[in-house]
């Protein structure tokens, strides 16, 4: 029988994924289903949730939730924080539960107005990291759908671009007409040479994406290169347009191991060493943070 | 009763479209149906056909037909042309037919090793612009799923590039997260701005998509602005990359009104004047030289 102190929920558009926490931050168990906040109407997150947590519920607990659960279309909006700001000191609204067992903190995101850009989820990641690395000063990577760069000062995010390169990547290999030639597997340097392209000819990038088909047509360009080479030039185009956060400095990448490694390649071609933490790891870091600076009060 | 002395058939990859023609170039009669070549096995063309022209067969008839018909995957491998070459001069390929009264020729496409690139069906549309313009030198834009650019000289193709800027609208406006952020409508200043700014700094369009969700949200972009600057970026990383055919001469885009517009408006931005010729006309054109030039033969 699992009777955790307090219970992490990190729940983004697609996914909810649950820890049972111990008072003392040992992982009890951990659950996930595919009810994500894009899936659900007001009305559904409670049963959501309950049906992964209820076997945890022996006594009155709290769930501290991340991720777009606390969108506006989600269980309850949770106001942004403006940036320049601390991501440990958090903005925390309480969901209506009906169960008394049930408390539920849904943590707010980051906002900024010029150049206009959001974060929900990534800034408890930016808070664990910050909690693993209080002294860290530099620029974050958190790749993924929609990767963001963050530039982090004093403590605080100082600045943060959002890039749709995960999610390019996955309408253009499954959906777009390039599917026919990509493959499954991975060629490393026909990654490094579509990033170092795009990077010196940004201006060339539109014309490279149906090449990909053509040179499979006419060429027999092998599969696995192709899926590198799409992710290469997508990549490619977002260091880029980024440039700004990594260039001349070290960069700390939080992500998942294979979501943070061509990340990593991409910048160690450019000169640039990265260091991976792992996005789960910050996640759940980053909730404790909360968890414990909500005490017994939300 | 309709009794066409031939039948024009553009069959491309998510549709098929004929026409029943005069001896002297008139329609006749038209339709079409959803039975694309992407949709069919080899088995299924001869009666995705007939269902359209069935009722036009009163006597022995040939079908003349451009576009992914002639793919691998299509109902018969008809070869590529390699460029340079004069897209009036088809190779054309008998398809299997089992119904006496249909004769089926299908028009090859034309490939480019270097950079490598490929078309089907859009040679025959500027077979059909030669024949309507014979003495045009310059460079088309033929803007679609898969825009492409030609460089005609002397009457022939000399080389082209294919963008996928049409298909990545398509996805990024239908299937992303931006989609919750898009309208309908248009905003013909957001569109020619966001060409600039792209054609200004390529280097920065990965960082502008995001944007347009975030600005959504956080300062309500108009939903039309949104959707017009979507395809500005697009259309703007296009231009960016076929600079090198259209800066300094005039255009020729063939394409429907629809697709035809921003492409004439961003080029106008540009100062490049650009007249527009109507696919579907030069598609008719295109399809009635190949059927004159093959005679009885095929």
């Known amino acids: 029988m699992v009777a955790p102190a307090w219970i992490a929920c990190d729940w983004g558009t697609s996914a909810l994924r649950v820890w049972a926490m111990s008072a003392d931050g040992q992982v009890l168990d951990h659950a996930r289903s595919d009810k994500g906040m894009g899936t659900l109407d007001k009305s559904g997150f409670q049963p959501a949730l309950l049906s992964l947590i209820e076997p945890w519920l022996t006594k009155p607990t709290r769930a501290v939730a991340c991720g777009m659960v606390g969108a506006r279309q989600g269980w309850v909006e949770a106001p942004y924080t403006p940036v320049p700001c601390d991501p440990r000191t958090v903005t925390a609204t309480a969901a209506l539960t009906t169960d008394p067992r ?19 989820g990534e800034e408890t990641q930016i808070a664990g990291a ?14 993924g759908t929609h990767t963001k760069w963050a530039q982090i000062s004093a403590g605080e995010i100082v600045s943060f671009r959002t890039f749709m ?17 990509l493959g499954d597997g991975w060629d490393a340097a026909a990654f490094t040479e579509a990033v170092s392209d795009t990077l010196s000819k940004p201006e ?35 260091l880029a347009a980024a440039r700004p956060y990594w260039l001349g400095t070290d960069v700390l990448i939080v992500g998942s191991p294979a979501a943070s490694q061509p990340y990593a390649s991409a910048l160690a071609a450019q000169g640039v060493s990265a260091e991976c933490l792992d996005a789960e790891a910050m996640t759940l870091a980053g909730l404790a943070h909360a968890h414990a600076t909500l005490g017994e009060t939300a």
């Open 102 to 120: 049930l408390t539920v903190t849904v943590l707010g995101g980051i906002r900024q107005d010029q150049p206009a850009d959001v974060m929900r």
């Open 204 to 238: 060339a990038l539109a014309a490279r994406f149906f090449a990909l088909r053509a040179e499979s047509l006419l060429h027999d360009l092998a599969p696995d290169a192709a899926r590198a080479r799409l992710s290469g030039l997508l990549i490619g185009a977002e």
């Open 165 to 181: 390169s995960g999610e390019l990547f996955a309408l253009m290999s499954t959906q777009s007409v390039l599917r026919h030639s």
């Open 130 to 143: 910050l909690t693993t690395r209080p002294d860290f000063d530099g620029v974050l990577c958190l790749p």
